[in-house]
């Protein structure tokens, strides 16, 4: 795994900063469980698991978990996918330091939602939201496409937001990459109405 791409993105904490197109933004800033908001928005959810191992964190996640550089890291990656289609890709990373009691569930997860899990654990602090704009160049917007395949070559950047969490002493960093294919689901209220009048 790379360590970092060859410049470090600079995340914002307001979302105006990164300039994301307005059908986006609903998805960026909206607050609560993600994973929450995208089952009200499809038929079917579930979270692909593509990796949960020991790596390297990227160049602008170090500061962000307390390392003074990039060092080893537990990193989760996963895909979240509605109704079969992946619209989101998740990468969380956990300094070596924090220990099993400062996050008791992390190493078990599987395929269970890491958020739900963070949600519903009043020990964890959560810390604002960070904006950025992903290009094709850092590692994951790389990863991110890839999981599209031919349908995200076209794709030149790809909007971003990550949340520090606290529990105990242990810091864990979620980053969220929302793909194009998010755009594509249906609003609740609108599935809701058609429900109603079959």
């Known amino acids: 795994m790379s360590g970092g791409s060859l410049r470090q993105t600079e995340w914002q904490r307001h979302i105006n900063a990164v300039n994301a197109p307005p059908a986006l933004r ?39 978990i307390g390392l003074h550089r990039p060092g080893r890291v537990w990193e989760r990656e996963v895909l979240l996918r509605c109704d079969n289609t992946p619209v989101v890709f998740g990468h969380t990373v956990v300094p070596m330091s924090a220990t099993a009691s400062d996050w ?10 890491l958020g739900t899990t963070l949600f519903g654990d009043r020990k964890v602090r959560r810390g604002p939201l960070e904006f950025a704009r992903l290009r094709t160049g850092h590692p994951l917007a790389r ?23 606290q529990r105990r002493q242990g810091l864990l960093l979620v980053t969220e990459v929302f793909l194009p294919t998010v755009l594509a689901l249906a609003h609740p209220v609108a599935t809701e109405t058609l429900i109603n009048r079959l």
Request: charged fraction near 20%.
């Open 104 to 113: 008791p569930l992390f190493s078990a997860l599987g395929e269970r939602s």
């Open 143 to 165: 990863r991110a496409l890839a999981a599209l395949g031919p349908a995200g070559h076209d794709e030149r950047i790809l909007y971003a937001r990550r949340c520090l969490y």
């Open 26 to 64: 609903h998805w960026l800033v909206g607050g609560g469980s993600l994973t929450a908001k995208l089952r009200a928005h499809s038929g079917s959810f579930r979270v692909q698991c593509l990796h949960q191992l020991t790596a390297r964190c990227l160049s602008d996640e170090a500061a962000a």
